[in-house]
């Protein structure tokens, strides 16, 4: 089944496959979404203790006292004692659904058992802290990627159009909105939110290469072009690795159609990007780009009868991949291959002897 792609992965002929989750930048109006959890001190831990001392000894003679419920609640949370602070919680929000700090406590259990992959405590956790702040568009936001990853899509697609009603430019719910339009089949709409999804986001890859794969799923070769070109002429698209896999996969749909002249076009362009020594991880993605044009490249010199041409690219690929990748062993195979073809039998003996050392070495 189609997953939608987020990132690059070494090797050029693999993207990354992964659900989207909210960032850093994600909209709000008075409840922020979660930053990277810490771990308390011991000077909070025993705060924490003592405070829910003071507020049990509170709550013997007022049980129906909000605040010292919040408090004792959201010092549950902090000491990692979830069921007692869900159980205030729960108590205090039943007096006073509408009671922010309450709520705020609330969505703190929603980040706790979603660290321990309890999705319906947090789904029910959410569902408490969208009831004190039913404009926080990112609280549906994340209650849909919840009720996605247990199967419930068609709640899942309420929540994102609720989420983008609240938040028009939040890039996130978008491209949240596409994954579950993607696994209900509907692969036109999930195109459409991910190309939205592309123009508000700060880096427009993620949804500009989805945008694309859902079209090379629907077998409509020329809007995914379409979509690679509109990356390719993003102002924010400007981490070459990603713009030179862009190509690459525009090549391979280029191909699709039968339009050679320019899948060349893009894979030459590809191949021949000179590339910056000193940053070694963006080399090494750029490297595995080159890796994946010349081996398109050299498929297609052999559909054309050209060998020579495809031997040549093998051996750069050779080159490569000796510095960078795992793959030099089927190389070797490829080139083997062209040389018996081209009555290079010496040359053909002495790939597959070495393919075989690599074999031997590999065990």
């Not at 709520?103 to 569902?127: R, S």
């Not at 990853?149 to 996130?172: C, F, S, T, Y």
Request: hydrophobic share 40%; proline share 3%; aromatic share 8%.
């Amino acid at each position: 089944m189609f997953k939608p792609w987020t990132a690059i992965l070494a090797v050029a002929s693999t993207w990354l496959l992964t659900c989207g989750c909210l960032g850093a930048k994600t909209l709000y109006k008075i409840l922020p979404p979660h930053a990277q959890p810490r771990r308390p001190s011991q000077q909070q831990l025993s705060l924490c203790r003592q405070k829910v001392a003071y507020y049990s000894t509170l709550l013997k003679s007022t049980p129906k006292d909000v605040k010292a419920l919040t408090e004792r609640a959201a010092a549950y949370v902090t000491l990692g004692e979830l069921q007692q602070a869900g159980a205030d919680c729960e108590k205090a929000l039943a007096l006073n659904p509408k009671l922010q700090t309450a709520g705020k406590v609330a969505y703190d259990l929603v980040d706790a058992y979603n660290a321990d992959m309890q999705e319906d405590n947090a789904i029910h956790f959410l569902n408490l802290a969208i009831t004190a702040f039913p404009e926080e568009g990112h609280l549906y936001a994340e209650r849909s990627e919840l009720l996605h990853a247990v199967g419930r899509n068609k709640e899942a697609l309420a929540d994102q159009n609720r989420a983008i009603a609240l938040n028009p430019k939040d890039d996130v719910a978008y491209f949240a909105r596409a994954q579950v339009e993607v696994d209900l089949g509907d692969l036109r709409a999930a195109a459409e939110d991910f190309g939205t999804s592309a123009k508000y986001d700060i880096d427009p890859w993620r949804g500009y290469s989805n945008k694309a794969k859902c079209y090379e799923q629907l077998k409509d070769y020329r809007a995914a072009i379409a979509a690679l070109t509109e990356l390719l002429t993003s102002s924010k698209a400007k981490y070459l690795p990603e713009l030179l896999n862009a190509r690459l996969y525009r090549a391979k749909n280029y191909i699709k159609l039968g339009d050679l002249k320019s899948a060349f076009e893009d894979l030459n362009t590809v191949i021949n990007t000179p590339h910056k020594e000193e940053m070694k991880f963006e080399t090494h993605n750029q490297m595995s780009a080159q890796c994946g044009a010349l081996q398109e490249r050299a498929g297609l010199f052999i559909k054309q009868k050209k060998l020579d041409a495809a031997i040549k690219d093998y051996t750069k690929l050779i080159a490569i991949d000796q510095q960078w990748g795992q793959s030099t062993k089927r190389y070797y195979e490829e080139r083997a291959k062209l040389f018996r073809q081209t009555g290079q039998l010496a040359a053909a003996k002495q790939d597959e002897a070495l393919a075989k050392k690599l074999s031997e070495r590999a065990h």
